[in-house]
């Protein structure tokens, strides 16, 4: 199975401050410092979560702060389900990236030196004329239209959406459409695709318009070597289940001897003037009832929770908690595994930093800090994957 660590970089968007600290206009400036600083997190019952806000800042306590994207759903309860991996039709695959050039598909045969674990299941490929790898994977499958086109594949831009850089990607995204092509024409398209491998996702996909610059500034890339980059859309499709949607990425678990792997469920895709460029989609499961109308904790004792433990964690460092999701988890037993546990599991990134220097005016410095994140048992409040007690964050 495919290891992915997780490594922050330095993005380049900062905050800038300017006025004189007695006039109007300044005060102005600064208002937006503290955002829904006091509103109320206490609720408990999932349909009037809509009433929590999607976005909070503030400084928590000398430690900690939140400039926090909340993204949590309001379903009439929340459940615990049994799950089983659906397995992926790889001659489907093929005939719906590859039409017309089936016969340039073959079986990758690994190197000797080449460590590879992958199920029976899963298969990589090469094309003809392509030195990208094409995978198709009952818990993550790719596609890469070239290597050299510098969008760097749908599953960094899925990690920027999902917190794991600061600040997020909706920062860098634009509001209207793109000129090169529109909003509808870019959804048609991956539509188009979901709909020919028969995947079953919330067709309201995340969209984020990305300018060249912002392509560039979002991805890193160094065009002095020569990479191809062009404006583009990524789009993310959630897999919901009543409601709710599965966790979108890859965890894991480290326990002295025991690592644990799992994947969430997603489509994510980038497109541009030139069609769909890259493509990840996370495992799909068929789900049956195990337990019903599960209690879930407040948003404010996640909260409280996090930031304490923070606080104990990285005593010497400043920290900044900056998404939280609650969604249902795939809760895996051992490594490559088909049956899994699906339950309601609040996700929170965090980053850490040595700096003596962080205020609300200055939170892009944890732009270099590390990245944490924890998984918190939603049901009781106890944590399922631990960030800060492993040395590979994940």
């Known amino acids: 199975m495919r290891k992915f660590w997780i490594i922050c970089i330095v993005l380049t968007a900062c905050l800038t401050f300017t006025g004189c600290p007695n006039t109007k206009e300044q005060a102005q400036d600064f208002s937006y410092l503290e955002v829904n600083a006091d509103v109320d997190l206490s609720n408990t019952n999932p349909e009037e979560f809509s009433n929590y806000p999607n976005y909070i800042r503030k400084q928590y306590d000398d430690h900690t702060f939140w400039d926090v994207e909340i993204e949590v759903p309001s379903p009439q309860q929340f459940n615990t389900y049994y799950a ?12 719906t990236f590859y039409p017309g050039r089936q016969q340039d598909v073959t079986v990758r045969i690994p190197p000797e030196d080449e460590m590879v674990d992958l199920p029976d299941t899963d298969q990589q490929y090469v094309v003809k004329n392509d030195t990208m790898i094409f995978t198709v994977s009952r818990e993550n499958s ?33 509001e209207g459409d793109l000129q090169s092509l529109s ?26 318009p990305l300018t060249y610059e912002n392509m560039v500034r979002a991805t890193k890339i ?13 789009i993310q499709y959630p897999v919901l289940v009543d409601g709710v949607p599965i966790f979108s990425d890859f965890h894991c678990r480290s326990e002295m001897t025991d690592s644990i792997y799992g994947y969430g469920s997603t489509v994510a895709a980038v497109v541009t003037k030139d069609g769909v460029r890259g493509w990840q989609s996370f495992a799909f499961y068929d789900t049956r009832l195990k337990e019903e109308n599960v209690p879930v904790i407040s948003l404010q004792e996640l909260l409280d929770s996090v ?5 104990k964690a990285f005593k010497n460092q400043k920290s900044l908690v900056n998404r939280v999701e609650l969604c249902y988890f795939p809760m895996v037993d051992t490594p490559n595994a088909t049956e899994v546990i699906l339950q309601p599991v609040w996700v929170v990134d965090t980053f850490t930093l ?10 892009d410095k944890f732009q270099s800090g590390q990245h944490v994140r924890y998984f918190v048992d939603a049901t009781t409040g106890a944590y399922l994957v631990i960030g800060d007690m492993i040395t590979h964050q994940c």
Request: overall charge negative; some cysteine.
């Open 84 to 95: 089983t991996m659906k397995l992926p039709d790889h001659q489907l695959w093929i005939d």
């Open 183 to 208: 909003r509808q024409d870019a959804v048609e398209q991956v539509n188009n695709i979901i709909n020919q491998l028969g995947l079953t996702v919330d067709l309201n996909p995340k969209v984020y």
């Open 142 to 174: 790719s596609y890469h239209a070239s290597d050299k086109d510098g969008c760097t594949g749908a599953y960094d831009f899925l990690m920027q959406a999902n917190g794991v850089y600061y600040p997020p990607l909706s920062s860098y995204a634009s």
């Open 354 to 363: 040595t700096s003596d220097e962080i205020s609300l005016e200055s939170l």
């Open 307 to 311: 930031s304490q433990r923070l606080a």
């Open 222 to 234: 160094d065009l002095s070597y020569g990479k191809k980059i062009e404006e583009g859309y990524f």
